[in-house]
């Protein structure tokens, strides 16, 4: 019998102490289902210890290539280092080096097994891989994603599916056409993924009536719902303010009775 299944997952786990604490209340109070936890997060201690005290929570990783710290020494990775000594301070940069053929694909699996090993080593059993940014999709990188998944036994991937009809921007339609390219390969490594996607439009901004339309359009298989609930903290607000996004208003949604109900009244199975 065919069933509405639907994931929906917390990005940025271990960004902040507020972000985390956001993303435990959507979900032990609301139908956020599983979280992706950044390893090199200022608060990654925290959003640990938070793991380990609401077990029912998956958690995936947050493979990132910009903003934070390296896990690596800088010097080993050059090519994801800015004049800071940080990684790239943006998306946009990051993918014009890489266009640029200016990023050095091996350090970014070099960077990304270190903080898979971080994660791993902190008790936590990785259900999931998806990236800041998307930027695992980007051909070559993917390819490597793809290598560590099959090397840490992590079988389920983000992969950003899109009806056509539903692109808007030129992001939405090149990770549409990446997801497309790299949709085979990973159906033939044995990697599940998502049937749907849905969160790029609204990502960080998620309203009550957003929610509604799309829980009114799920479709039949499984659709992973993308959000970023949380706490503004003073931290998150100073760091991550130029982002732009309303974690406290996505937590308000995610928690909503109107929203639970909707679910239930569709016959919409919340898994993980």
């Given amino acids: 019998m065919l069933e509405k299944k639907l994931i929906v997952c917390a990005d ?8 985390n604490k956001g993303i435990v209340s959507a979900y032990s109070e609301g139908i956020v289902t599983r979280t992706s936890i950044i390893a090199n997060g200022d608060a990654f201690d925290h959003a640990v210890l938070l793991s380990g005290k609401n077990k029912g ?8 290539l910009i903003e934070e710290r390296p896990i690596n020494e800088p010097k080993n990775i050059r090519s ?3 004049e800071d000594g940080k990684l790239h301070a943006n998306y946009r940069i990051f993918v014009l080096r890489y266009a640029l053929r200016k990023i050095d694909v091996n350090e970014v699996y ?9 994660v791993l080593s902190s008790g936590i059993v990785i259900n999931h891989i998806d990236s800041h940014q998307h930027l695992h999709m980007l ?4 390819e490597k994603t793809l290598d560590l998944a099959s090397k840490y036994k992590i079988n389920k991937i983000r992969i950003h599916y899109h009806n056509i ?4 921007t030129v992001k939405e339609f090149l990770l549409a056409f ?8 990973v159906l033939n490594s044995g990697i599940s993924t998502a049937e749907h996607f849905w969160g790029l439009q609204h990502g960080g901004n998620t309203s009550e009536s957003d929610i509604i339309k799309f829980i009114d359009n799920v479709k039949f298989g499984t659709t992973e719902m993308m959000c970023h609930p949380g706490y503004a903290d003073n931290k998150y607000c100073q760091k991550y303010g130029h ?12 928690t909503s009775d109107l929203i639970k109900e909707k679910l239930k009244d569709k016959n919409i199975k919340l898994v993980s």
């Fill in 110 to 118: 070099a960077e990304w097994e270190s903080q898979i090993k971080k």
């Fill in 243 to 254: 982002w732009k996004y309303n974690p406290e208003e996505e937590l308000k949604v995610l």
């Fill in 139 to 142: 051909p070559g990188i993917f």
């Fill in 57 to 64: 929570l998956k958690v995936g990783i947050h493979l990132t």
């Fill in 12 to 19: 940025d786990f271990g960004l902040t102490k507020g972000i």
């Fill in 178 to 185: 990446l997801s497309s390219m790299h949709r085979k390969r």
């Fill in 80 to 82: 994801l280092i800015g």
């Fill in 165 to 168: 009809v539903d692109i808007r």
